[in-house]
């Protein structure tokens, strides 16, 4: 039996035992709060994983967007709501690892003991994506504009101050050094950003693969390198960063869904056992493929998914002390 077969297995069997336990839990729809404007990497994530977990329970999952923050309003907002299983967030690395780890002001919430973790739903790389007209054809002629007098023109976007994207980028500037004098122009989500750069707004910047997809598809912005360790397997012909001498540029966001801490653990069991049900479904799987994702196939729990949160915090807190870089309240 392959791994797919078992989580197939898994999750019907989990699921067959799981509403008794949960006493008729879903009874009505669920919200999945998501933290950016419509349209980017963690909006699709929601959808996509909401839509199976829906299959699953036979309940609506409902997404209601809560942008602003880098999704870090959002997570505030859900912490104080009841934890009763009809409100969870997804989140990414952005809210539950990068602001809690280097915003100087502090976060509303503690990521780790706030919320019940409740599934890994996939990653995604990153990609450094330039406008149609941009004049490098590569990441390296990219790089050497860069480090020109021409620099101070070339702006850079990102979903928003202390993003993923955003810290990427200044990983990035902190490599290539003190000559590039890009200016950051933040946005509200990886949409309008990638958006930016496909109307010559702004000349560059580094998205979600989720979130720039269909706009390099569409021809709209130019894919120069991802930062996942091996290249993409829906854009093969992109290289990796590691690959081109840049290997500290290796991220990948992690699109996790959580709950308000003291979810009842039967609420909690049959909410995870849905969505690895739900990841475990070929035809979503490949959705989440076309859309610049990977649906999360390994060690998939409540207790697994909070470790990943654990290893992140300390990951970005490690890349603050080592880099020095902040965000500043």
Same mark, same amino acid.
């Given at each position: 039996?392959?791994?797919?077969?078992w989580?197939?297995g898994?999750?019907?069997?989990?699921?067959?035992?799981?509403?008794?336990?949960?006493?008729? $839990? +879903?009874?009505h729809?669920v &919200?999945?709060?998501?933290?950016? *404007? +419509?349209?980017?990497?963690?909006?699709?994530?929601?959808?996509l994983?909401?839509?199976?977990?829906?299959r699953?329970?036979?309940?609506p999952?409902?997404?209601?967007?809560? *942008?602003? =923050?880098?999704?870090?309003?959002?997570? =505030?907002? /859900?912490k104080?709501?009841s934890?009763?299983?009809?409100?969870?967030l997804?989140?990414?690395s952005?809210? $539950?690892?990068?602001?809690?780890?280097m915003?100087?002001?502090?976060?509303?919430?503690?990521?780790?003991?706030? $919320?019940?973790?409740?599934?890994?739903?996939?990653t #995604?790389?990153?990609?450094?994506?330039?406008? *149609?007209?941009? +004049?490098?054809k590569?990441?390296?002629?990219?790089l050497?504009?860069?480090?020109?007098?021409?620099?101070g023109?070339?702006?850079?976007?990102?979903?928003?101050?202390?993003?993923?994207?955003?810290?990427?980028?200044?990983?990035?500037?902190?490599k290539?050094g *003190?000559?590039?004098v890009?200016r950051?122009i933040?946005?509200?989500?990886?949409?309008?950003?990638?958006?930016?750069i496909s109307?010559?707004?702004? #000349?560059?910047?580094?998205?979600?693969?989720?979130?720039?997809?269909?706009? &390099?598809?569409?021809g709209?912005?130019r894919?120069?390198a991802v930062?996942?360790?091996?290249?993409? +397997?829906?854009?093969?012909?992109?290289?990796t $960063?590691?690959?081109?001498?840049?290997?500290?540029?290796?991220?990948?966001?992690?699109?996790l869904?959580?709950?308000?801490?003291?979810?009842?653990?039967?609420?909690?069991d049959?909410?995870?056992?849905?969505?690895?049900?739900?990841?475990?479904?070929?035809?979503?799987?490949?959705?989440?493929l076309?859309?610049?994702m990977? =649906?999360?196939?390994?060690?998939?729990?409540?207790?697994?998914t909070?470790?990943i949160?654990?290893?992140?915090l300390?990951?970005?807190?490690? /890349?603050?002390?080592?880099?020095?870089?902040?965000i500043l309240?």
């Amino acid at each position: 039996m392959n791994r797919r077969e078992w989580l197939l297995g898994f999750g019907a069997a989990a699921l067959a035992a799981g509403p008794a336990a949960a006493q008729g $839990f +879903p009874d009505h729809s669920v &919200i999945i709060v998501n933290g950016y *404007p +419509p349209g980017g990497s963690t909006d699709v994530a929601a959808r996509l994983v909401g839509d199976g977990m829906s299959r699953q329970l036979g309940k609506p999952f409902v997404i209601e967007t809560r *942008p602003g =923050a880098s999704g870090t309003a959002a997570a =505030a907002w /859900v912490k104080r709501q009841s934890p009763d299983g009809y409100t969870l967030l997804l989140s990414e690395s952005s809210s $539950f690892a990068i602001w809690p780890a280097m915003y100087t002001e502090g976060v509303k919430y503690d990521p780790l003991a706030d $919320f019940d973790w409740v599934a890994t739903v996939c990653t #995604a790389p990153m990609v450094f994506i330039v406008s *149609p007209d941009f +004049p490098a054809k590569s990441l390296p002629e990219a790089l050497d504009l860069l480090v020109s007098e021409k620099s101070g023109d070339l702006n850079y976007s990102s979903s928003g101050a202390g993003s993923i994207p955003h810290i990427a980028a200044e990983l990035l500037r902190s490599k290539i050094g *003190p000559k590039n004098v890009s200016r950051h122009i933040p946005y509200r989500g990886g949409a309008p950003a990638v958006q930016s750069i496909s109307r010559g707004e702004t #000349a560059w910047g580094i998205a979600s693969l989720g979130s720039a997809a269909g706009m &390099i598809q569409g021809g709209l912005v130019r894919a120069l390198a991802v930062t996942s360790p091996s290249r993409f +397997p829906v854009y093969p012909d992109i290289p990796t $960063f590691g690959e081109l001498g840049l290997k500290d540029i290796e991220l990948n966001i992690y699109y996790l869904v959580h709950a308000p801490a003291g979810l009842p653990a039967d609420v909690l069991d049959l909410l995870n056992k849905s969505a690895v049900a739900a990841l475990a479904e070929p035809t979503t799987r490949e959705r989440f493929l076309n859309a610049g994702m990977q =649906a999360w196939d390994q060690e998939n729990t409540s207790a697994s998914t909070k470790a990943i949160v654990a290893t992140e915090l300390g990951r970005f807190k490690d /890349v603050a002390n080592r880099t020095g870089i902040r965000i500043l309240g």
